[in-house]
């Protein structure tokens, strides 16, 4: 029988396939982004900052953050939408605890949102991995320093008896 954990991993890799899938390609944010400069609407924004947030480069996800926080500021009809778009974006910048948050709030207001519900299973194991590999670096760098004083020690115990 596989534990919580193990079942929030597995979805978690499952949600990191998706995404890895839905990389928004150049030309389609150029085309994107020439139509929000032409007609500067919130839907043309809307459209340009939800296809940020599944990119790739640090800039276009922090971009459509904020596009996507202003549009929800501005009273935008589709804010559950923004939300959604602003908590993947955070989430693929390791802003774990960030992107859980925003997936709670929406699904506080609409709790059949599998999509939010997919993302928030895979924020908390993201989040449990990092610091699960955080406490292992600590631990590992606490053997080393443990291990160079006994060295030292058995070092500077041995030149004392010659």
């Given at each position: 029988?596989?534990?919580t954990?193990?079942?929030?991993?597995?979805?978690?890799?499952?949600l990191?396939e998706?995404?890895?899938?839905?990389?928004?390609?150049?030309d389609?944010?150029?085309?994107?982004?020439s139509?929000c400069t032409?007609d500067?609407?919130?839907d043309?924004?809307?459209?340009y900052?939800?296809?940020?947030?599944?990119s790739?480069?640090?800039?276009e996800?922090?971009?459509?953050?904020s596009?996507?926080?202003s549009?929800?500021?501005?009273?935008?009809?589709h804010?559950i939408?923004?939300?959604?778009?602003?908590?993947?974006?955070?989430?693929l910048?390791?802003?774990?605890d960030?992107?859980?948050s925003?997936?709670?709030a929406?699904?506080r207001?609409?709790p059949?949102?599998?999509?939010?519900?997919?993302?928030?299973?895979?924020?908390?194991?993201?989040?449990?991995?990092?610091?699960e590999?955080?406490?292992?670096k600590?631990?590992?760098g606490?053997?080393?320093?443990v291990?160079?004083?006994?060295l030292?020690?058995l070092l500077?115990?041995?030149?004392k008896h010659?």
């Amino acid at each position: 029988m596989r534990t919580t954990k193990q079942i929030q991993r597995e979805r978690r890799r499952q949600l990191d396939e998706k995404l890895a899938l839905s990389f928004p390609s150049n030309d389609l944010l150029e085309d994107l982004a020439s139509k929000c400069t032409k007609d500067p609407s919130q839907d043309n924004s809307f459209q340009y900052a939800f296809a940020l947030s599944k990119s790739r480069n640090t800039g276009e996800l922090h971009y459509s953050i904020s596009m996507l926080d202003s549009l929800v500021k501005n009273g935008y009809e589709h804010q559950i939408d923004c939300m959604y778009g602003s908590a993947i974006a955070r989430y693929l910048l390791g802003e774990y605890d960030k992107s859980r948050s925003i997936c709670e709030a929406i699904l506080r207001n609409r709790p059949e949102n599998d999509a939010a519900a997919e993302l928030h299973t895979a924020s908390i194991a993201a989040k449990d991995e990092e610091d699960e590999n955080k406490a292992k670096k600590i631990a590992v760098g606490g053997t080393v320093a443990v291990a160079a004083v006994g060295l030292a020690l058995l070092l500077g115990g041995a030149r004392k008896h010659r």
